[in-house]
């Protein structure tokens, strides 16, 4: 069965602080792993990843895929208030029909204190 | 414990044709219902939401409608498909106000 496993489910952190938000999966016919946070209605796009070992940047926050491991990690620098949300890991594949699927962890929902 | 289904999974419809696509919700009560459209290498868009059932409020004018009929059924539809409503359309539910939202398993539309 296909699973996206995120870990951990809660982090809390004061701003300043370092994040890395971790995501595992096991997925049929693997196409792209997506990250999104996560805050009121709508989940934000943040990276889509396709290839191992390229590092996906914006401002503080990058991701990296290991596709041989099956695992992406999302790294926040220098956290601020504005960080707290929930990130969900997303994976696509593809099921044994060929219609594709997103099969979403479940997210881990960060915490920044001031 | 909750699931979310939507089918169909796949959808091929031509230009002018009708769309009816429909989501379940099992094991909760009055949940807060999303449709997303996801587009290629891109995020969610949020299309409709609902918090219960006949209140629907919509986020970007378009060519779709939604309806809640049931208190767990979400349908999305529309009139006649153009061929910029290919997507990807993904049904979420949530419990009341909480930023936690789980995600159905997709249906991929293609108009032709």
């Known amino acids: 069965e296909d699973k996206v496993v995120q870990s951990p489910l809660s982090l809390v952190v004061h701003e300043g602080d370092t994040v890395t938000l971790n995501c595992s999966y096991e997925v049929t016919n693997f196409r792209s792993l997506l990250w999104y946070k996560q805050e009121k209605k709508a989940p934000t796009f943040l990276f889509m990843l396709?290839?191992?070992?390229i590092e996906k940047k914006s401002g503080r926050l990058s991701s990296i895929l290991d596709k041989k491991e099956l695992f992406s990690i999302l790294n926040i620098t220098a956290t601020q208030t504005g960080d707290s949300a929930v990130y969900l890991c997303a994976v696509k594949g593809l099921t044994q029909g060929g219609s594709e699927k997103l099969v979403f962890g479940k997210g881990t929902k960060l915490t920044v204190n001031p | 414990s909750q699931t979310i289904h939507q089918w169909p999974a796949t959808l091929v419809q031509p230009v002018g044709s009708p769309l009816s696509l429909e989501c379940t919700v099992e094991?909760?009560?009055?949940?807060?219902l999303y449709w997303y459209r996801q587009a290629a290498g891109r995020g969610l868009q949020l299309l409709f939401y609902s918090v219960g059932i006949g209140q629907i409020s919509s986020e970007v004018p378009q060519n779709l409608s939604a309806s809640r009929p049931q208190d767990r059924q979400f349908i999305l539809s529309s009139k006649k498909l153009l061929l910029s409503d290919s997507g990807f359309y993904l049904c979420?539910?949530?419990?009341?106000?909480?930023?936690?939202?789980?995600f159905g398993p997709g249906t991929r539309l293609t108009v032709t």
């Open positions: 979420a539910w949530s419990e009341g106000q909480s930023y936690e939202q789980y």
């Open positions: 396709t290839s191992s070992g």
């Open positions: 094991g909760t009560s009055n949940p807060n």
